[in-house]
């Protein structure tokens, strides 16, 4: 099995097994604000077991190219909104489950001005901003009890753009 991973862009329809894709393709659902502002609707299905949502900002250092993935993580109470808050693309990695552990990663680009959720329990690698500032508005699920279990891979992945 090969340990190299080519990046590619994203797409709603090749991250739909993993969550949503946030952008402002296509016409507005809705025109607000006296026709001043375009309104793409309920972008995210933000699913949560308990507790409530909560929106923190993270600060994160960017990374470099190639990227050595060794650890994922996943939250099986609640999913996990990443809203960049520069025009800034960021790395997205993702794997299925294979019963309990994560299966072969993905990796995925974000375009300037996209956002993802992650669907409760999806296995991800940590937030991987590609440039600075790292900085993300991100929702999700505030409450009690463990919402966090890691996979440390025996042998690391590189990540890259093919």
């Known amino acids: 099995m090969s340990r190299d991973i080519a990046i590619r862009p994203i797409t709603a329809a090749a991250f739909a097994p ?4 946030l952008d402002c393709e296509g016409e507005p659902d809705r025109i607000i604000n006296a026709g001043m502002c375009g309104r793409w609707h309920d972008r995210a299905t933000l699913d949560f077991g308990d507790g409530r949502a909560g929106v923190s900002l993270f600060n ?3 990374r470099e190219l190639p990227y050595t993935l060794d650890l994922v993580e996943r939250h099986p109470e609640g999913s996990q909104c990443f809203v960049p808050m520069s025009l800034t693309p960021f790395l997205v990695i993702v794997a299925a489950d294979m019963g309990g ?3 072969q990663p993905l990796a995925f680009e974000t375009a300037p ?3 993802i959720n992650f669907h409760r329990g999806t296995w991800h690698g940590v937030l991987t901003p590609l440039h600075a500032p790292g900085l993300f508005a991100v929702i999700d699920r505030i409450g009690p009890g463990a919402n966090l279990e890691e996979y440390r891979f025996d042998a690391p992945y590189r990540i890259d753009r093919s």
């Not at 993993?18 to 894709?21: E, I, Q, R, T, V």
């Open 18 to 21: 993993f969550g949503d894709l």
């Open 60 to 62: 994160a250092i960017p």
């Open 101 to 103: 552990t994560p299966g």
């Open 113 to 115: 001005g996209q956002a």
